[in-house]
């Protein structure tokens, strides 16, 4: 397959803007399905579930090597989403045997109550599980007794051969960026308060509310700048769950309530506009932030359906409480403490990977930011 390296920002964009409308119900195919379309769906998350709806129209006059790839892609995504239903019934299995109770975050979760018939086309890459800090090492000795072994370089990942699980104490990531806490008040407790005993994978399992999960996917997806197009489609699936259920006005009461509103009106703004989700217009209106020049031109090229680099840290520098907040961000996300470098670096000497890595980080991110001056310069 043609590799998508090289790919400028306007062709990234017009895919992703492909790859919306493939989710609606009136999708019609383009003209030709080539290979950097297929890796551009792939890198999205939306490889399984394009390609899907692409066979779906029937006969087509593309090259059959495009046809037969596409094809592997489904035959070889629906045989991982059983091996990852598979392990992830395992995993619970032996938590509730420990009695540990437990949240199953995005992942599984999300596509057991929401994919439907599709559940089978949605990427999972592993198994997050949230718990009591406390119970840490029961869990950690639970998931041991079934054959998972602690990764190298990240303590609380445990692995059985190409299956990942990820122990969670905290939801947000606090533990690696600690100005985070600044931004929300959302924290395990809320978790916990707002789930109920129900069934995943076949298990005993806490089953998150919309209240909770909707405010927590869209900060996850900005947490990550957008850049896969998959949890946005997520969001978009649980939002139509939201209007079903009449449940808009206790999630948008907890958007306020945990601050999440820059995060949230990015999120719904796209997947109501590119994805046709059922948001409230007033009440999407009702969590618009306050944006000077530069963020409504972020915005705008957000909803254009670029992919803007180190956009997560520029909306999470404004969510700081005020300046004094917002340089002990910055200072923390370009040199963290040494857990932190120590990931990471990876393999080898953690003073020179990190530095090398960082600085190859802080050149890009100068380049970025002069392009966007001298634009800024011309408006």
């Known amino acids: 397959m043609t590799s998508i390296r090289g790919m400028n920002m306007r062709q990234k964009a017009h895919y992703r803007k492909l790859f919306c409308h493939a989710v609606g119900e009136e999708f019609t195919i383009p003209e030709s399905v080539d290979g950097p379309m297929l890796v551009a769906a792939q890198i999205e998350g ?9 066979l779906q129209q029937g006969e087509r006059h593309d090259a059959g090597d495009v046809l037969g790839y596409m094809q592997e892609v489904v035959r070889e995504q629906a ?20 009695e540990i109770p437990f949240v199953c975050m995005r992942g599984v979760a999300v596509v057991e109550a929401l994919y439907g018939d599709l559940a089978p086309l949605r990427p999972i890459s592993d198994i997050d599980i949230l718990l009591d800090g406390e ?28 299956i990942h699980i990820d122990l969670h104490h905290e939801p947000l990531g606090i533990e690696r960026v600690q100005s985070w806490k600044y931004l929300t008040s ?67 009461e907890a958007i306020r309530e945990y601050r999440l509103e820059r995060p949230c009106f990015y999120a719904l703004s796209y997947v109501k506009a590119h994805m046709g989700a059922n948001v409230p217009e007033a009440m999407l209106e009702s969590i618009k932030p306050t944006m000077g020049f530069v963020e409504k031109r972020l915005f705008r090229r957000h909803m254009n359906h670029q992919v803007i680099p180190y956009l997560a840290e520029r909306l999470f520098a404004r969510m ?31 003073k020179c990977n990190f530095t090398r890595k960082r600085l190859k980080q802080l050149f890009r991110a100068a380049w970025v930011f002069t392009k966007e001056g001298f634009f800024l310069l011309r408006v």
């Open 46 to 54: 939306m490889g399984s579930l394009f390609s899907f709806r692409v």
């Open 79 to 98: 045989a991982w989403s059983l091996r990852i239903k598979h392990a992830a019934r395992q995993v619970f299995e032996a938590l509730n045997r420990a």
């Open 135 to 162: 119970l840490m090492l029961d869990a950690k000795q639970a998931l041991w007794d079934i054959g998972f072994r602690p990764d190298q370089t990240y303590r609380n990942i445990y692995s059985r051969g190409d």
């Open 186 to 252: 959302l924290r395990t407790p809320d978790f916990f308060n707002y789930s109920q005993q129900g069934e995943l994978a076949g298990e005993a399992a806490r089953l998150l509310h919309p209240r909770v999960n909707l405010p927590y996917l869209c900060f996850h997806a900005m947490k990550h700048s957008f850049e896969r197009l998959i949890w946005l489609y997520d969001i978009a699936l649980l939002c139509n769950s939201v209007a079903e259920d009449g449940l808009w006005e206790e999630v948008f």
């Open 320 to 350: 700081q409480p005020d300046f004094r907040h917002r340089i002990e961000f910055w200072r923390e996300t370009i040199y963290p403490r040494y857990e932190v470098r120590e990931q990471i670096a990876g393999s080898g000497c953690v």
